[in-house]
């Protein structure tokens, strides 16, 4: 799971630099379509293998119980900025999707919220499995 949440993170963090690029005057430094696409590969890898893990490696659905049980084990303030990332992800996605047809870097901006979220929740999630596996505890 330490690697699961590595890439989570650097989702997250790829995410905020390439958004965060967006804003510096003359636009992007990545080659156009980049922008896009850097992120997305470790944010999509590291929820699927969260998910992948609490299905208990089969094509169940995802336990309820389980994701209760994982998410307890995260710490409080964890908790907690997932709540602010989620309404940042949400607000900004929102505002930036309005002013899409304006201009690319809007487009760029609202395309990644989501990416900058599932990367966060993956990271979090593979936290709380990782220190439920180093607990010993089995889930379900």
């Known amino acids: 799971m330490r690697w699961v949440m590595a890439a989570g993170v650097t989702g997250f963090l790829l995410g905020i630099l390439v958004v965060a690029d967006t804003f510096r005057p003359g636009g992007l430094l990545l080659p156009d379509g980049l922008e896009l696409v850097l992120p997305m590969p470790f944010a999509i890898g590291s929820l699927?293998?969260?998910i992948y893990t609490?299905?208990?490696r089969g094509p169940n659905r995802v336990p309820r119980d389980g994701l209760k049980q994982v998410f307890?084990?995260?710490?409080?303030a964890v908790r907690y900025?997932?709540?602010?990332v989620l309404a940042a992800g949400a607000i900004g996605g929102a505002f930036f999707m309005s002013a899409a047809r304006f201009n690319h870097l809007a487009l760029v901006r609202g395309c990644l919220c989501p990416v900058i979220v599932l990367?966060?929740?993956a990271a979090a999630l593979a936290?709380?499995?990782h220190r439920l596996r180093r607990r010993g505890v089995d889930l379900l």
Do not use: D, K, Q, T
């Open 48 to 50: 699927i293998a969260v």
């Open 72 to 76: 307890a084990e995260v710490p409080v």
């Open 119 to 121: 990367s966060s929740f």
């Open 81 to 84: 900025g997932l709540n602010v």
């Open 54 to 56: 609490l299905a208990r």
């Open 127 to 129: 936290y709380g499995l």
